[in-house]
Each structure stands twice: as C-alpha cells, then as structure tokens.
C-alpha cells in the first residue's frame, strides 16, 4: 500500500490526469473569452459607426453585478466574481480601442494629462479617451502610456480645453506654477488629495487669470467601475468651470460631492 504522503505511481497518475483535465477547460475558458472579445469588437464597430463613447458605466456596473451574483450561486463568492468583471471589462475596452479614433476625429473636449503615465494619470486617460475626448500626454518617468505623449507641455497645454494635473501631492504646486507660466486657454484641474498646502499656490495663478478647478476621486486607479464612487469637487473656482470639470462625470454612475 502506497503512502499516502509520497509521490507514488497511482498518486502520479490522478495528478496527470486532473492536470489533464484543467488543460481541457482553460482551453475551453479561453476560447470563451476569445469569443467575447469578438462580440466587444462588433460593439466597438458599431459605437464607432454610430458616434458613441466607449464606455457605458451604467452597463459595467450591471456586468459587474450580474457576475458577482452568479459567482454566489455557484458557491465561488462574490471577489471571485467582482475580480473576473473586472478582467472581463478591461479587455473589452482594449478590444474595442482601435475604433474610438475614428468615431470621435477632433470632437469633444482636447485634454492634456499633466503625470499621464502614473497611476491616476493613466486612469483618468483611459477614462477621458473612453468618454470620447481627445487625450494627450506629458509625463518625464519612463513609463508607457497608450496615449500620444509630448515632449514638452507648452503647446499641448495652450492646444487643450482641460490641462489635468495628475501628479504626486509635492509637485502639484510647482507643476501648477508650471503650467501658468505656459499660458493655458483652457481650465486647469488638479485632484490632488489634501488642498491646504496647495492655496497660496491657487490664490497666485487665480490671479493671474488661469482659470484653476480643484477635485478629487476618491477612489485609486484599480477602480474598474464607477458605481458607487464618490468625485469630490471644490467650490473654488469659476462656477462655469467647475460644471465643466463635473461634466465628465455626470453620465456615470459616480457620486459627485
């Protein structure tokens, strides 16, 4: 009689062969996922055609549930459940990036991301691109983005509608100053997370007529959907400009404060 701790031939056997089994439905899950892709594309084609933003919050936030309750019935919990909505949304939305370029030529809001290639930076890219505007941007770090990247701000930063700084909270100030000092046409939003070391840095460019907006999401950059997220928006600022800044996230499915 074999040992039940050793490696045996019998033990080898039922190994392989479950192994073989798991091979089996990863191949199956994966030509599943391949043809969910394939549906995602002709969604993709057919936002294209008819001008609409990739992204639907509304309908992820229904994904992620209808997942999360399925997982529960079938005894795998529901983080199982949440994390596979969440894998199964973003590649959708890389699946269906190729079209957005040719549904939204030049319209909607020209956005520069100031930190682009962070964390944040990349989120609010990916959330900007999928709403339908035009997104470029600058970022000094090595990281990639799959966004068109300046060299330099200036004319991106006079070129845009909305200068973004996503930056780390100890260089919000300097890049702030920054981008004054560039002449931006537009409003210039920051979404750092504390404000208080940032007023005298707001009261100088408000002076000098940059048109600044203050907010924060208070939620990170693994947020997949905006169910139940809170945006915080201060009331500093032109009242117009703010309701710009607001705008972005008014047909989500966020909270706004």
């Not at 080898?12 to 990863?26: G, M, Q, S």
């Not at 890389?94 to 956005?111: F, I, K, M």
């Given at each position: 009689?074999?040992?039940?701790?050793?490696?045996?031939?019998?033990?080898?056997?039922?190994?392989?062969?479950?192994?073989?089994?798991?091979?089996?439905?990863?191949?199956?899950?994966?030509?599943?996922?391949?043809?969910?892709?394939?549906?995602?594309?002709?969604?993709?084609?057919?936002?294209?055609?008819?001008?609409?933003?990739?992204?639907?919050?509304?309908?992820?936030?229904?994904?992620?549930?209808?997942?999360?309750?399925?997982?529960?019935?079938?005894?795998?919990?529901?983080g199982v459940g949440r994390d596979l909505a969440r894998f199964l949304i973003d590649a959708s939305l890389?699946?269906?990036?190729?079209?957005?370029?040719?549904?939204?030529?030049?319209?909607?809001l020209r956005v520069l991301v100031m930190g682009g290639a962070g964390g944040m930076g990349r989120w609010?890219?990916?959330?900007?691109?999928?709403?339908?505007?035009?997104?470029?941007?600058?970022?000094?770090?090595?990281?990639?983005?799959?966004?068109?990247?300046?060299?330099?701000?200036?004319?991106?930063?006079?070129?845009?509608?909305?200068?973004?700084?996503?930056?780390?909270?100890?260089?919000?100030?300097?890049?702030?100053?920054?981008?004054?000092?560039?002449?931006?046409?537009?409003?210039?939003?920051?979404?750092?997370?504390?404000?208080?070391?940032?007023?005298?840095?707001?009261?100088?460019?408000?002076?000098?007529?940059?048109?600044?907006?203050?907010?924060?999401p208070m939620f990170g950059p693994s947020a997949s959907t905006l169910s139940g997220k809170k945006v915080?928006?201060?009331?500093?600022?032109?009242?117009?400009?703010?309701?710009?800044?607001?705008?972005?996230?008014?047909?989500?499915?966020?909270?706004?404060?």
């Amino acid at each position: 009689m074999e040992d039940a701790g050793t490696s045996g031939p019998r033990v080898r056997t039922a190994l392989n062969r479950n192994r073989r089994a798991i091979e089996a439905v990863d191949a199956e899950i994966l030509s599943l996922i391949g043809k969910r892709m394939e549906l995602a594309r002709a969604i993709g084609r057919i936002k294209c055609r008819h001008r609409i933003p990739l992204r639907n919050f509304e309908v992820e936030a229904q994904v992620e549930r209808r997942l999360v309750e399925l997982a529960k019935q079938s005894g795998l919990g529901s983080g199982v459940g949440r994390d596979l909505a969440r894998f199964l949304i973003d590649a959708s939305l890389e699946a269906q990036a190729p079209y957005l370029d040719a549904a939204y030529p030049g319209e909607s809001l020209r956005v520069l991301v100031m930190g682009g290639a962070g964390g944040m930076g990349r989120w609010m890219g990916r959330f900007l691109n999928g709403q339908g505007h035009a997104v470029r941007v600058y970022d000094p770090g090595p990281r990639k983005t799959p966004h068109p990247r300046v060299r330099t701000p200036g004319p991106s930063v006079r070129w845009a509608d909305l200068v973004l700084v996503s930056v780390p909270m100890d260089a919000c100030g300097s890049v702030l100053r920054e981008v004054a000092d560039l002449g931006p046409r537009g409003v210039v939003a920051e979404m750092c997370s504390l404000k208080a070391h940032l007023r005298p840095v707001l009261d100088d460019v408000r002076r000098r007529g940059v048109r600044v907006v203050s907010f924060h999401p208070m939620f990170g950059p693994s947020a997949s959907t905006l169910s139940g997220k809170k945006v915080l928006f201060c009331r500093e600022g032109k009242p117009e400009d703010v309701a710009l800044v607001r705008s972005l996230f008014e047909s989500t499915s966020a909270v706004l404060l």
